[in-house]
């Protein structure tokens, strides 16, 4: 069983890139900081003013508070309740939505934002009164720490069983250490797709001595796009120099990263796009161009002809030593949801495997969940087979590439503020 992807679609990252290149993309923690000091709202007292930034490597829990409780267990929904869902545009089916609303008979209103910058100004004016929330990880520090999400409860959430081990073994996720504020909601890996009619065989990512070339190699000038995101691009660079940290603080490698992505001017023209790897890759418009593993599932149904003719024409490359960019959205609650237990049987649902297969045959960005590992797409008898074409199983993320991939983690403000530099300068140019 399948559902036709709507052409006119836009994905989550979309809006994630266009907040990016406007060099905000998400605000500076001081510019946070001042904000939730104000006297606009009750955000509370902070821990302090240096941020809990987790990573991989170092994992910090993320601050808790006396006064920011997760609801009790055992609670009816709320009584004539409206969920209200605050989201990327275009990031959820809406026909999920809608049977959520028919099955336990409430009303549900879905807002939406264009980047993290503009959902944080609004949920920091108190002027809005949304229920769940869609945020990224790189911002889980600076919200738990000034009280704007609420702890969950575990006990209505029984469809986290569902999900693969990186988020419920002992000490994970790294990110939000025994998922105190957030569930998964989509994860993807950053790697490289490309017209396999278009690239020679030889000057494919696997047959090159480094892979990354490709997006370098000038016999393909003018059919080179990368995102036009910061963070992707540059953490893209920092691997092709042979870097192995894309949260790097190190200004010597910032800066060789920086001439790097400049060279893509001259080499091969770079485009930086907010729908190349999706939409225009699939047309024959890029040759090549650095993807999310969610856009190359979704891409097929953007090609000039059907999706059956044009699956076969796209490729995906990301390295088999799971050396790469890897990663995963979020969903949690608002501390000022007027209905936390709507909320929690929400995200629970979207939890539910059906729901969440469901979900990805539209948006093409994959829930991790623990019955749809890659090989599962490569069985016909498998229901949702058909989210995937078969020569881009690829794509699908597994437990494993979540343990050893690369996470791009919340940076120190002094630190993003050399990688925004960098990133105008690069810019500038192109």
Same mark, same amino acid.
């Given at each position: 069983?399948?559902?036709?992807?709507?052409?006119?679609?836009?994905?989550?990252?979309?809006?994630?890139?266009?907040?990016?290149?406007?060099?905000?993309?998400?605000?500076?923690?001081?510019?946070?900081?001042?904000?939730?000091?104000?006297?606009?709202?009750?955000?509370?007292?902070?821990?302090?003013?240096?941020?809990?930034?987790?990573?991989?490597?170092?994992?910090?829990?993320?601050?808790?508070?006396?006064?920011?409780?997760?609801?009790?267990?055992?609670?009816?929904?709320?009584?004539?309740?409206?969920?209200?869902?605050?989201?990327?545009?275009?990031?959820?089916?809406?026909?999920?939505?809608?049977?959520?609303?028919?099955?336990?008979?409430? /009303?549900?209103?879905?807002?939406?934002?264009?980047?993290?910058?503009?959902?944080?100004?609004?949920?920091?004016?108190?002027?809005?009164?949304?229920?769940?929330?869609?945020?990224?990880?790189?911002?889980?520090?600076?919200?738990?720490?000034?009280?704007?999400?609420?702890?969950?409860?575990?006990?209505?959430?029984?469809?986290?069983?569902?999900?693969?081990? $990186?988020?419920?073994?002992?000490?994970?996720?790294?990110?939000?250490?025994?998922?105190?504020?957030?569930?998964?909601?989509?994860?993807?890996?950053?790697?490289?797709?490309?017209?396999?009619?278009?690239?020679?065989?030889?000057?494919?990512?696997?047959?090159?001595?480094?892979?990354?070339?490709?997006?370098?190699?000038?016999?393909?000038?003018? /059919?080179?796009?990368?995102?036009?995101?910061?963070?992707?691009?540059?953490?893209?660079?920092?691997?092709?120099?042979?870097?192995?940290?894309?949260?790097?603080?190190?200004?010597?490698?910032?800066?060789?990263?920086?001439?790097?992505?400049?060279?893509?001017?001259?080499?091969?023209?770079?485009?930086?796009?907010?729908?190349?790897?999706?939409?225009?890759?699939?047309?024959?418009? $890029?040759?090549?161009?650095?993807?999310?593993?969610?856009?190359?599932?979704?891409?097929?149904?953007?090609?000039?002809?059907?999706?059956?003719?044009?699956?076969?024409?796209?490729?995906?490359?990301?390295?088999?030593?799971?050396?790469?960019?890897?990663?995963?959205?979020?969903?949690?609650?608002?501390?000022?949801? /007027?209905?936390?237990?709507?909320?929690?049987?929400?995200? @629970?649902?979207?939890?539910?495997?059906?729901?969440?297969?469901?979900?990805?045959?539209?948006?093409?960005?994959?829930?991790?969940?623990?019955?749809?590992?890659?090989?599962?797409?490569?069985?016909?008898? $498998?229901?949702?087979?058909?989210?995937?074409?078969?020569?881009?199983?690829?794509?699908?993320?597994?437990?494993?590439?979540?343990?050893?991939?690369?996470?791009?983690?919340?940076?120190?403000?002094?630190?993003?503020?050399?990688?925004?530099? @960098?990133?105008?300068?690069?810019?500038?140019?192109?």
């Amino acid at each position: 069983m399948s559902f036709r992807h709507p052409k006119e679609r836009f994905t989550r990252r979309d809006f994630l890139v266009k907040g990016a290149a406007a060099a905000a993309g998400i605000p500076a923690a001081s510019a946070l900081l001042a904000a939730c000091g104000s006297d606009q709202q009750d955000v509370g007292t902070p821990v302090g003013s240096k941020l809990p930034i987790s990573t991989k490597e170092s994992p910090v829990s993320l601050p808790t508070f006396d006064d920011n409780n997760a609801i009790a267990s055992g609670l009816d929904i709320e009584e004539g309740a409206t969920l209200k869902i605050y989201n990327w545009d275009q990031y959820i089916w809406k026909k999920v939505v809608d049977d959520f609303g028919k099955k336990y008979d409430v /009303k549900v209103e879905i807002s939406t934002f264009n980047n993290m910058d503009e959902a944080l100004s609004k949920i920091r004016s108190a002027q809005v009164d949304f229920d769940v929330f869609f945020p990224t990880i790189d911002v889980l520090g600076k919200m738990t720490q000034f009280k704007l999400l609420q702890p969950l409860n575990p006990d209505y959430l029984t469809n986290t069983s569902n999900l693969y081990d $990186f988020y419920t073994e002992s000490g994970g996720p790294f990110y939000d250490i025994g998922q105190v504020y957030t569930r998964p909601y989509t994860t993807y890996t950053t790697g490289i797709a490309w017209r396999n009619d278009l690239v020679s065989e030889k000057d494919d990512p696997d047959n090159r001595s480094n892979p990354y070339d490709l997006l370098w190699d000038s016999k393909y000038k003018g /059919k080179i796009g990368i995102y036009d995101d910061y963070r992707e691009a540059t953490a893209m660079a920092l691997l092709r120099n042979g870097g192995t940290d894309v949260n790097t603080g190190d200004a010597e490698e910032l800066n060789a990263a920086k001439e790097a992505l400049i060279e893509t001017v001259g080499d091969v023209n770079v485009a930086l796009t907010i729908n190349g790897a999706y939409e225009d890759l699939p047309k024959g418009i $890029f040759s090549a161009h650095q993807a999310w593993s969610g856009d190359i599932i979704a891409a097929p149904w953007y090609g000039k002809g059907s999706y059956t003719e044009t699956a076969p024409l796209l490729s995906y490359w990301w390295p088999k030593d799971r050396k790469a960019p890897v990663g995963n959205d979020l969903m949690a609650i608002l501390k000022g949801a /007027k209905n936390p237990v709507l909320a929690h049987t929400f995200i @629970n649902y979207m939890l539910d495997f059906e729901v969440a297969m469901k979900n990805m045959s539209w948006n093409g960005y994959q829930p991790p969940q623990n019955q749809a590992p890659p090989e599962a797409f490569l069985d016909p008898k $498998f229901k949702w087979a058909s989210n995937v074409p078969r020569n881009l199983v690829n794509c699908i993320v597994d437990y494993q590439d979540m343990a050893d991939g690369y996470w791009l983690t919340e940076l120190d403000p002094n630190v993003d503020a050399i990688w925004h530099d @960098n990133w105008e300068q690069f810019t500038a140019g192109v």
